[in-house]
């Protein structure tokens, strides 16, 4: 008999990232309700054996070992792995890099960011989840610094993407005189009042920590708007919040 497989999620790809990576939408996984059904957090009240076959999907999707899940918590505390972990579950952080092949290194969103990094030449991946706290705290910036201070990854040598996220269409912010610092003012969409382009700055984020402009991808898509994808403020109008979390992904293969 053959083997059956099971169908992989459907996601989008990038063709500046040359390695495995995925950032998937919410469908083509198990989860019901608000989770349906690519739901991919264990911390949003999903059953777990729901999530880890959607894990399992995903880490399918990509053909490699392992996944790496971070439990977020709007921070700027980048995760290092240089070896095989035994578990694939860390808290208390918003960015993770790693040389390791086999390694999927997830980030889960739901209108944040997911930033993901390939530095092809020194065959080093990373992932980051930057909200708009992140932005203040340029977690971007950090992860760039980090990837060369430990690994000797050039800035001029790295490729960015940011995955599907909040669009300028729906990003009000209306106390950003207090939430968002001054510099961020700058990036307010044309048209809206109290709405900003936080694709702009990532980009802007990007280019300052030294990634070329050519090398630095925005999907464009707005996860409030398109109802593919889970959407935390679009939860919060319509069921006070509770709703899945999209997937992103990135690892290197093995040689
Ligand atoms: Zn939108």
Known sequence: MPEVKSALPPALQH?????????????GGVSAGPFATLNLS?????????VQENRRRALAALGLRQLVALQQVHADRVLL?????????FSGFDAVITNVPGLALLIQQADCQAVLLHAP??????????GWRGSVANIIGKTVARMRSAFGVRPAELRAVVSPSLGPCCAEFITYKQELPAWMHAFAATGKPAHFDFWAMSA????????????IGIM???????????SFRRAKRENGGLCGRNGSMIGLAAR
């Open 220 to 230: 464009g898509i707005c996860t409030c708007c398109n109802h593919g994808y889970f």
């Open 121 to 130: 030449g020194r065959r080093v991946v990373a992932a980051v989840h930057c």
């Open 42 to 50: 264990c911390h949003v009240g999903d059953k777990q054996d729901l």
């Open 204 to 215: 802007r984020q990007l280019a300052t920590a030294g990634v070329p402009a050519a090398q």
């Open 15 to 27: 063709p500046l990232l040359q390695t495995p990576h995925a950032m998937f939408c919410r469908l």
């Open 81 to 89: 792995l240089d070896h095989m972990p035994e578990s694939g579950e």
